[in-house]
């Protein structure tokens, strides 16, 4: 990774983490005053970094090393009977990718969304939590067709597109369409546009083996997980 700038990592105070009981957390962030762009962010992902806003953080926990970047290899990805079932559960939807920012209209989704999944729909800082300005984030939005033409907005999927990879960063939908699967179908649909536009990886977030809400992403494969500076094959 190159820059005229030195790269500085910050360690952030312990906390209570939020994925494993009883486990304490912390992590790794880079300087925030350090000068970010797609280039140097597809270099860091690629060692094991992700994004929360404008934060770039890595869990470095002391013995803990539960918490494992993974990515989807998409030219050798084939969907599995139950994902093959999950595109066709969701063919009627209309697909729209957002480059332009933002919309006030995802808050009302969002925040059903949150109440339905952890209990509150406090979307004070939602907008600081997706964008970041050195950063290419797209929004791929999901409608429910009716007569034709887009109507009611389901589902969206905030995604980064780096060098040679899309980046999930938080998806979010309608809770009352729970039949569809839209968090599966989103990375299903992810995968598909990147092997569309010949891009070789789908990083879908961190995979934390005894964590049910973090080990799904082994249901994709081939997965890779960045295991002590290396990538390596995380089986079903």
């Known amino acids: 990774m190159k820059s005229d700038q030195e790269l500085k990592l910050f360690s952030t105070p312990q906390y209570p983490c939020s994925y494993l009981s009883g486990h304490i957390a912390r992590n790794y962030v880079v300087d925030p005053n350090f000068s970010l762009n797609t280039t140097l962010y597809s270099n860091l992902i690629q060692m094991g970094f992700r994004r929360s806003g404008s934060q770039v953080y890595k869990p470095e926990c002391g013995q803990?090393?539960?918490?494992?970047?993974?990515?989807?290899?998409?030219?050798?990805?084939?969907?599995?009977?139950?994902?093959?079932?999950?595109?066709?559960?969701?063919?009627?939807?209309?697909?729209?990718?957002?480059?332009?920012g933002f919309k006030s209209s995802y808050i009302p989704?969002?925040?059903?969304?949150?109440?339905?999944?952890?209990?509150?729909?406090?979307?004070?800082?939602?907008?600081?939590?997706?964008?970041?300005?050195?950063?290419?984030?797209?929004?791929?939005e999901f409608y429910e067709k009716a007569n034709n033409q887009d109507s009611r907005l389901l589902g969206v999927a905030v995604v980064d597109i780096l060098e040679n990879g899309?980046?999930?960063?938080?998806?979010?939908?309608?809770?009352e369409e729970s039949k569809r699967s839209l968090g599966t179908f989103a990375v299903l649909w992810q995968v598909s546009h990147a092997k569309k536009n010949n891009i070789d990886f789908v990083y879908p977030g961190y995979w934390i083996k005894d964590c049910p809400k973090m080990n799904y992403k082994t249901r994709f494969q081939p997965l890779e997980g960045y295991f002590s500076g290396r990538w390596l094959p995380i089986k079903k």
């Open 64 to 100: 803990c090393k539960e918490c494992i970047s993974s990515r989807i290899l998409v030219k050798n990805f084939t969907p599995s009977r139950s994902q093959r079932r999950n595109l066709k559960n969701n063919n009627d939807l209309s697909v729209i990718i957002n480059t332009t």
């Open 166 to 175: 899309l980046s999930s960063v938080y998806t979010f939908f309608h809770p």
């Open 109 to 140: 989704l969002y925040e059903s969304y949150l109440l339905n999944r952890h209990e509150n729909n406090d979307t004070s800082n939602i907008e600081d939590f997706f964008e970041a300005d050195w950063c290419d984030v797209h929004y791929i």
